[in-house]
Nanobody, 127 residues
Framework: QVQLVESGGGSVQPGGSLTLSCLTN????????VNWFRQPPGKEREGVAS????????FYADSVKGRFTISQDSTRSTVYLRMNSLNSEDTAMYYC?????????????????????WGQGTQVTVS
């Protein structure tokens, strides 16, 4: 069973930066897509970035492209979300989620309903 634990949230001023971490226990790294979602207050959850755990392909929502960077460490046990040039619209609860990678398909952003595991979330506040 995949388990995910996020950390790194907090409060930051507009224009600032934060890095979120997602620790995973999945052993079959090559078969997993890891995603970052966020849910602003009163709004729906949206996917912002994803990465192929078995490779290095990355995908981004238009709203964060050029400002956010998803990456993983050399052991592929931790996925990061580096967030730069933060603004008030980035204020949200951020979640790490994972889904099984379908053979022959990429780890492009996918709906929350297809995720098989979720972390507990970490709050990011920009003000």
């Amino acid at each position: 069973q995949v388990q995910l634990v996020e950390s790194g949230g907090g409060s930051v001023q507009p224009g600032g930066s934060l890095t979120l971490s997602c620790l995973t226990n999945e052993y079959t790294a090559g078969s997993l897509c890891v995603n970052w979602f966020r849910q602003p207050p009163g709004k729906e959850r949206e996917g912002v970035a994803s990465i192929d755990r078995g490779g290095d392909s990355t995908f981004y929502a238009d709203s964060v492209k050029g400002r956010f960077t998803i990456s993983q460490d050399s052991t592929r046990s931790t996925v990061y979300l580096r967030m730069n040039s933060l603004n008030s619209e980035d204020t949200a609860m951020y979640y790490c989620a994972a889904r099984s990678k379908v053979w022959g398909k990429s780890c492009a952003l996918a709906p929350s309903r297809v995720m098989r595991a979720w972390g507990q979330g970490t709050q990011v506040t920009v003000s």
